[in-house]
């Protein structure tokens, strides 16, 4: 599992190997992970702080792992968690 919260500006409130972000598109973020951290693509879970609600997740396979979310308006603090997914 990994946690952490994301700036309005695709960046880590927190430093961190866990994961990185990138600006994705111009309402969301891809979140990368180690292809090490997840035996299979990982099932984001988010919350943004705010108004703002999310309209797509996509969680990926190529290397290395990564989520996607877009939100309903521009970027603001998102918490998020990625767990291990079943399959």
């Known amino acids: ?3 952490g919260l994301i700036n309005a500006n695709c960046t880590q409130q927190l430093s961190t190997s866990a994961y990185t972000v990138t600006i ?11 292809k090490s951290t997840f035996t299979s693509p990982p099932v984001l879970i988010l919350t943004p702080i705010g108004s703002e609600t999310i309209t797509s997740i996509v969680e990926g396979s ?3 792992w990564f989520a996607e979310y877009t939100l309903s ?3 603001e603090i998102v918490n998020f968690t990625a767990v291990q997914s079943s399959s």
């Open 1 to 3: 599992m990994v946690s």
């Open 24 to 34: 994705h598109g111009t309402d969301g973020c891809l979140i990368t992970f180690p």
């Open 62 to 64: 190529t290397s290395p």
């Open 73 to 75: 308006g521009p970027s």
